[in-house]
Structure formats: structure tokens, C-alpha cells
């Protein structure tokens, strides 16, 4: 109980390419968490935001440019940036201002506007820099997931229409969830006849950017009894760790994997060292789990963190897929908010939505896309250079 | 016209005669390797040390994965006219115990692949300048 803090509100802003202002996102998913926690703007204490590096100087300071969209009002403010962890750490900062009972409620924050096209390195000649290297090599973002998935298929026999099932499964989930991007409920006839972008896996195997905007409300549990909603789900671990040496795992923009040369040094898996610590602190182990959002950013990388998470056998995602196991109704659903393949990423955003679709089924307010009767869920993301997060949130 | 240069693309972290070689450091005290070359803090959380020898790495290995780029990709990346799809390897050098990316040689398509295979590390142009042909490291299934 002693690291616990209660969610006592969530809201978010569509997910789309609308174009404008990070700020206004922001905005339109803080309000909404602050009326469906209750509370009152100027009783917020803390403001805890996601960076986004996409948008100039605001974004580098996103705590204070919404705490002043919002209207200055003296709350304490703080910025995290870890790419797609950004959202983990934000709450973490938060979790530990209310534990340590400097501040009472607090509001967390993230949101992005993407720039229209690829995300290219900037130029010149500049081999120091391993992300402009991969690219000059032309190793671009779907390339790392196309080898961990076509490592799937070698070693576990996962299958193109295994892939192609994750897609069908996350855009229907997805198109019954009001903030997704995409709300078409794809076929695996139209997966498999989307152009392959990097063997094997085809556009639709592969999540887009999108801008988008996700807020919680969190405050001590003392705070939520206090207000009447001592119900609310629970963030009871989060998790941030670094990998540990050496990775042998070949993760994005590197062109090489530590060495486990070394006497005492063994090869690593971040994403399966990364829930451990979260696991641990929760008191809990995955069988306790009943469902997670994992970040989909191929339908094959969701089967990984499956496994990563020990919801599933090293190389068994696939049979709990085919059987139905992880859709909405089955014993463990994955993605029930329709994953990073409705919604597309929004990076300092994303680790936020997980945790608001988490919420959002422990509350059973999932509307078509309720699963029955939640306890515990779990998120897992990762961003470069091992800046991954899990966050478990139970009832 | 005058014959263009032959060069590394990335200068330093190959060799490009008739035996090339991918230039790695390896740390003097813990005997971990590094690619490309790093001659700074050794990553080893056990090891603080600051010495490191340039040592050129194993030129086969085994492919621990692979795809490929069927569409052109971004700068800096230089595409011949027209885009040639190309596939991409990552291959385990047992003896440094990493896995090093890389493009596959010219002509060689992912069916040809498979995790586990042995390939060699060659030297094939990656682009051309004006008056240059730059070279870069490719991985090419061994002949059995
Ligand atoms: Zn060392």
C-alpha cells in the first residue's frame, strides 16, 4: 500500500493528424480528467508533463506551458522526457511528490503534434552519430521490428496471418474506442495485400505517428477517501529501469549490440529485465495479470512483449493469439484499447493512454470494449536507447 | 574520364582491400569489444577502464535475423536511379559475442536467408559521388 496513489481522473483527445498546437490537445485532455475526477484546476499542486521535442520550446518545457495554458495558478511544475517512457516518468515524478506528502493531487500530462512525413536524422556527413549512421546505411524504424519479427517466425513459427490476425484484432477493439485514429475494422485479406515495407512485414504491420493527448488525475489515497472515491483504480508500480549490459538485442538507431565478451557478462533482453523491478513492487506476478497495452509498434513486437511480460511462454504468444485468448472476452486481452495500430504513436502521450484505457476497464466504463470484471492491467513501451516503462494499475 | 576513387564510406570503421575488415576496440582490461570504435568509459558497469586497442573483428558470423528495404529510404541514405530493394542482415560474430547490421550483398533477396546461416563480411559500393565510389561492410552467405 505505502507506494500507492490513486487515479481519480482521466482524459484524452482524439488521436488523428488534426495539425494544431500540441497545447490545445493538452488542454482538451486536462480538462476532461479534471471534470471527470471532480476537482477544481486550482486545487492541482503539481503538474507533471510528458516532453515532446517535436515543437520547439514549449514542448521542451511542456509541465509549464500547460500548467500556463490552463492559467498560472502556482502549482509546482516538472518535464520528463524519455521518448516513449515520457508518460511513466511524468507519473513516477508524481507518484513520488504525493508519497512523500509535498502535494496531494496532481495532474499528469502528454501531448504531441507530429510533423507531417518521415522523421529523418539532420544532415551533412556525420558518422559519430549512430542514428544518422543507420540511416545513411538505409536501416530505417521498420527494419529493428521486421528483424524481430522475421526472428519470430524462424525460431517460434509464427506466421504472416498470425501477424495479420493482431491487426484485425487491435483495429476492431480499436474501432469501437471514441479517441482511436482509425476506426475501420480491417480484414486479414487487406493486411496481407498491403505493400510489404520491410520483409515481413507489410504497411499494416506497422503503426504510423499521430498526434494525439492523454491526462491523469492522481492524488494520495488519504485525498480520494477524502472526495468519496477511495474505488478508484490504484497505480501500484512502475517500473523505468535501464537495460542491463550487455543488450543483445539490436534496438533502434544502433547498428551494433553491446559485446558479452567479458567474464561474468551475459547477453541481456531489456524488455523481458524491464517488468521484473515492476512485478516486485506490485507483490504480484504476471498469472495475477488480466489484461495489458503493450506497445504495438508492429503486430509481431506485441507477441514479444507478450512473452517480455511472462503473460505468455517464450514463443507460445502466438497460440494464445489463434486462440482467441488475448480479443476482448478472452482470458487475457491485449491491446483492448486498440493499440498503437488505431491509434498510431504520439509519443509523450502514449505510456498516458495505456494507463487510461487501464483505468478506464477497472472502472468498467469501456463501454462495447469492456472486458469482464478487471482487477489488474499492466502497460509496457519502449523509446531509444532503453527508455522503456511498465506501470501496473489494479483495483 | 579519369577512374573514380574507391573509399570507405564510413571512415575507420572498415578496411577496403582484397581481406577487409570491420575496425572494433576492445577494452584492455575486460576484453569487451565495441563497434563501431569506442575509446572512451568502457560500458562494462564492472570494468572503469579508459584504455582501449583498435583490433579489426571476425569477418564471418552467423545471421541472427534479416529483412529488407523494399521501398527507398530517407537521407542520408544516397539511392541509385532507379531504388534497388535490398536486404539486411544482422549477424552474430561469435568470438566478440555482438551482432552487427549491415545490407546483404547485391543481388542476394531474403529468400535466400534463413536465422542461423553463415556469412561473410564483404566490401561492395554502398554509393558514388562525382569522383568517388564509396564502400561500405555487407554480409554474403558462405558457399558450402
Ligand atoms: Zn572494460
Not at chain 1, 516518468?89 to 495532474?107: D, F, H, T, W, Y
Amino acid at each position: 500500500m505505502k507506494n500507492e496513489v490513486a487515479i481519480i481522473g482521466v482524459g484524452m483527445h482524439p488521436w488523428g493528424k488534426w495539425g494544431k498546437h500540441f497545447t490545445e490537445y493538452g488542454v482538451a485532455a486536462a480538462r476532461m480528467a479534471l471534470q471527470d475526477a471532480g476537482v477544481p484546476w486550482k486545487d492541482i499542486r503539481f503538474v507533471s508533463g510528458g516532453a515532446t521535442i517535436r515543437c520547439g520550446y514549449p514542448g521542451y518545457v511542456a509541465g509549464a506551458t500547460f500548467a500556463q495554458a490552463l492559467g498560472w495558478q502556482g502549482a509546482e511544475v516538472n518535464t520528463s522526457y524519455a521518448a516513449c517512457a515520457s508518460g511513466s516518468q511524468a507519473l513516477a515524478a508524481a507518484r513520488n511528490k504525493i508519497l512523500s506528502g509535498a502535494c496531494e493531487v496532481a495532474l499528469v500530462i502528454g501531448a504531441d503534434t507530429t510533423p507531417k512525413g518521415f522523421l529523418a536524422p539532420a544532415g551533412g556527413y556525420r558518422p559519430e552519430d549512430p542514428d544518422w549512421v543507420r540511416f545513411y546505411l538505409g536501416i530505417t524504424n521498420p527494419t529493428y521490428f521486421a528483424l524481430y519479427a522475421r526472428r519470430r517466425m524462424d525460431l517460434y513459427g509464427d506466421t504472416l496471418d498470425d501477424f495479420a490476425a493482431i491487426k484485425v484484432k487491435n483495429a476492431k477493439a480499436g474501432s469501437k474506442n471514441p479517441f482511436s485514429r482509425y476506426k475501420k475494422c480491417f480484414t486479414s485479406e487487406e493486411v496481407a495485400g498491403s505493400a510489404v515495407v520491410a520483409d515481413p512485414l507489410r504497411l499494416m504491420d506497422i503503426c504510423a505517428t499521430s498526434d494525439g493527448a492523454a491526462a491523469l488525475i492522481v492524488c494520495s489515497l488519504e485525498y480520494a477517501k477524502k472526495i468519496g472515491k477511495s474505488d478508484a483504480p490504484r497505480v501500484v508500480a512502475i517500473s523505468t529501469t535501464t537495460p542491463v549490459f550487455a543488450s543483445g538485442i539490436v534496438e533502434m538507431p544502433d547498428i551494433a549490440t553491446d559485446s558479452a565478451a567479458a567474464q561474468g557478462i551475459e547477453h541481456q533482453s531489456f524488455r523481458e529485465n524491464l517488468p521484473k523491478k515492476a512485478y516486485e513492487e506490485a507483490g504480484i506476478e504476471p498469472k495475477d495479470v488480466d489484461f495489458a497495452e503493450v506497445y504495438d509498434l508492429s503486430t509481431a513486437l506485441e507477441l514479444d512483449w507478450m512473452e517480455d511480460l511472462g503473460l505468455a511462454s517464450r514463443g507460445e504468444a502466438a497460440s494464445l493469439l489463434r486462440a482467441g485468448e488475448t480479443s476482448i472476452g478472452g482470458k487475457i486481452p491485449i491491446n483492448a484499447s486498440g493499440g498503437l495500430a488505431s491509434f498510431g504513436e504520439a509519443v509523450p502521450a502514449q505510456a498516458l493512454a495505456q494507463i487510461c484505457e487501464l483505468a478506464t476497464q477497472l472502472r468498467g466504463q469501456a463501454g462495447e470494449r469492456q472486458i469482464e470484471n478487471p482487477k489488474v492491467g499492466i502497460t509496457a513501451n519502449q523509446g531509444l536507447f532503453g527508455h522503456g516503462s511498465t506501470v501496473i494499475v489494479a483495483t | 574520364m579519369p577512374e573514380k576513387l574507391v573509399s570507405p564510406a564510413l571512415d575507420g570503421w572498415h578496411t577496403i582491400g582484397d581481406d577487409p575488415q570491420l575496425l572494433g576496440s576492445q577494452c584492455e582490461e575486460c576484453l569487451t569489444y565495441f563497434f563501431p570504435k569506442h575509446e572512451r568509459e568502457c560500458k562494462n558497469p564492472n570494468c572503469s577502464s579508459t584504455k582501449f586497442l583498435e583490433i579489426p573483428l571476425s569477418r564471418e558470423g552467423r545471421i541472427w535475423s534479416y529483412t529488407n528495404a523494399c521501398y527507398q529510404p530517407p537521407a542520408p541514405y544516397i539511392a541509385g536511379d532507379p531504388f534497388e530493394p535490398f536486404a539486411i542482415a544482422a549477424v552474430e560474430l561469435e568470438i566478440e559475442k555482438l551482432i552487427i547490421l549491415g545490407q546483404v550483398a547485391k543481388g542476394i533477396d531474403v529468400d535466400s536467408l534463413a536465422v542461423g546461416m553463415h556469412v561473410d563480411m564483404i566490401i561492395e559500393p554502398l554509393h558514388e559521388t562525382e569522383d568517388e565510389i564509396k564502400m561500405i561492410w555487407k554480409w554474403r552467405p558462405k558457399k558450402i
